[in-house]
């Protein structure tokens, strides 16, 4: 039982931040806590769902590119708090696997982790602000911010597929989720091709 604790708050510290980590773009982290909110409403019919999609998208008529006003840290970590939070309420109580959570957000915590790992290997300062992650390097080699949220969206919406599908076929949850990491690691090694890291 320690281990399993210890491995959820690790797990909800590092939530927090990568979703600061992934705040980088006009609209970037609005769409996610969109998506997965709307991705919870689906598969629990839990109304505080919607209350967080309400919130993000009254937020995201500002944030939407170009941006008027920005999450920043505050903001970024409390959604990221939000979201996680959620995530393990629906995991108790909704029987909605953590699995899926993991599934549906693996666009950013794929890329704050690996990114994370290529800098450390690279003996980068890791405190030192970067434009190294996925969604930045693709901005950087020509996507417009709007065209990378898209992308997200698109990416998110194959990802409540899959868990709609594991769902029904419940021994499809550990191939679906790594399935979504596949996915998102041949986005990385896309970004990889137009900006080198």
Known sequence: MFIIYTFTV????????????????????SFEAIT??????LFTGQII?????????GFLIWN??????????VGSTQLGFIIVVLGIYFHNEHKLSFIYLIILSAPFWFD?????????????KLSQAH??????RLVQSGFSHLKTDILLSFVNLIFILLVFISIKFNMLQIPFL?????IVYLIALYADKRKPF
């Open 112 to 124: 704050a982790t690996l990114t994370l790992i290529r800098r450390w290997r690279n003996k980068e």
């Open 36 to 41: 997965l909110g709307l991705a919870f409403y």
């Open 49 to 57: 769902s919607l209350v967080l999609c309400a919130s993000v998208v």
């Open 64 to 73: 939407w590119p170009k941006a008027r006003i920005f999450m920043g840290d």
């Open 10 to 29: 690790v797990g909800m510290v590092w939530f927090i931040n990568l979703y600061n980590f992934l705040d980088g773009i006009d609209g970037y982290a």
């Open 178 to 182: 790594l399935l979504s990491i596949l």
């Open 131 to 136: 434009k190294k992650h996925i969604y930045q």
